[in-house]
Structures are given as structure tokens and as C-alpha cells.
């Protein structure tokens, strides 16, 4: 006979260097990093302090340029 | 009309598209364009405009980090605008579930057709480690101002 899991039963979990972890157990922040050139945002889950989970997302604002220089003749 | 002095505009466009050679060049073995890649480097490492070619040497590591980095999405046609050739990657850098622990700052472009994974261009950002989760360089506007290669 099929057991019917109820939505109280369900504990959701989120991978980390530990394996996987209730997230409710973890402590979630954000930040932000706006730069002239790049936008960054970083968010972490602690667990009793520790690191188990950080993700980056950069948001480059400008590439590279170079130059094709010009020398007038005999300048 | 009169005459100026000026580096063709189309020129510029062809030397992303590798149709001129002043010095010994290579055989190409097909007119389709190159594929690329995006390497990770440590903040301790030295990659610069001196950087020839990619290397591993000082060159993230960790899980799921795979050396080399990985290939980029290129649907952008090099184009110019305002006397400006421009080229973007038409996606976001992505690296999913890696734990890169040491700081690392900077990523690499280079040619992975080429014999000599020959370099590009390098690019810097504020110091960064990732612990079992995603890395994402996510791309400037491709344009003559922003574009993230630029031949002005």
C-alpha cells in the first residue's frame, strides 16, 4: 500500500561540501559588489559558522580594447 | 571628396576573422570559425597582455573544476560600429557545483583550435573563492563601447 507523503514531510535539502543539508538548518546571506566594471553578487550558507555553500555571479561591465594606431607618413 | 588616412574599418573586421597575415601564419584547415575557451587563474598567478598561450600553470583547481575551463558559446559574428570591431560570447561563463577554495581573480580567453591554444585576451575581477556552488562570468553588452573584445 502506497504511503501518501504530505507536504509537512517534505524537508528541503540543498547540496554543500557536507553532502546534502536541510536548508533550514543553514544560515543564508547575500552581498553585493557594484564596481565600475563589474557587478558582482555573492551568496553563502553557513553552517554553526562554517562555509558550506557559496556561490558568485559576475557581471562584466566592459571587455578589453586595443588600438590600431595610426602614423602619418614621414611624422 | 578627398582622400583620409585611416585603418579600414573592414580591416579591422577581417583580423577578427583571421583573413590577413603580415608574418608567418598557419594553415587553416577549414573557413569555420575557431572554437574558444575560458580558463580560471589564481590571484597569485601572472596572466597578462605577456600571456601567449594558455597554460595550467597557475590555473585553478578543485571539484568539478575541469582544466582548461570551459568552451565558449560563440553565436556573435564580429561586427564594427563607429569605427569600432567588436566581439562578445553570446553566453554567460558558467561553472556549476565547483569548489575553487584558493582566491582566483582573473580568466583567460585562448584559441582551442589553434595548435598553440594561442591566447586572447585576459580579464580581471575582484578576488573570489566558491565553495560547492556556481561561478558565473556573465557578459558585457555586445557593442562598439562594451563588447568584450575591442579594436578600436
Redesign the interface.
Known amino acids: 500500500m502506497e504511503k501518501k507523503i504530505l507536504d509537512k514531510e517534505i524537508v528541503p535539502l540543498i547540496?554543500?561540501?557536507h553532502g546534502n543539508l536541510p536548508i533550514a538548518d543553514l544560515e543564508y546571506s547575500c552581498a553585493w559588489?557594484i564596481?565600475e566594471e563589474?557587478v558582482?553578487f555573492?551568496?553563502t550558507y553557513t553552517l554553526n559558522g562554517e562555509?558550506?555553500?557559496?556561490?558568485?555571479?559576475?557581471?562584466?561591465?566592459?571587455?578589453?580594447?586595443?588600438?590600431?594606431e595610426?602614423v602619418?607618413f614621414g611624422g | 571628396m578627398a582622400n583620409t588616412q585611416a585603418v579600414c574599418n573592414s580591416f579591422k573586421t577581417d583580423l577578427f576573422n583571421g583573413l590577413h597575415a603580415f608574418g608567418a601564419s598557419v594553415i587553416r584547415a577549414a573557413t569555420t570559425k575557431d572554437s574558444f575557451k575560458a580558463a580560471l587563474y589564481l590571484a597569485s598567478a601572472t596572466i597578462n597582455k605577456a600571456t601567449t598561450a594558455y597554460s595550467v600553470t597557475g590555473e585553478v583547481s578543485g571539484t568539478n573544476y575541469t582544466a582548461g575551463g570551459v568552451a565558449i558559446t560563440n553565436a556573435n559574428a564580429p561586427a564594427n560600429t563607429a569605427d569600432v570591431t567588436y566581439w562578445t560570447p553570446s553566453a554567460s561563463f558558467a561553472w556549476t557545483t565547483v569548489t575553487l577554495a584558493t582566491a582566483f581573480d582573473c580568466c583567460l580567453i585562448y584559441n582551442f583550435t589553434a595548435a598553440g591554444v594561442n591566447s586572447v585576451a585576459s580579464y580581471t575581477f575582484s578576488s573570489q573563492t566558491v565553495t560547492a556552488g556556481n561561478f558565473t562570468l556573465t557578459m558585457p553588452t555586445n557593442d562598439q563601447t562594451t563588447g568584450l573584445l575591442r579594436l578600436t
Open positions: 547540496y554543500t561540501i559588489h564596481g563589474e558582482g555573492m551568496e562555509i558550506v555553500k557559496q556561490s558568485v555571479h559576475i557581471n562584466k561591465l566592459k571587455g578589453a580594447e586595443m588600438g590600431a595610426q602619418q
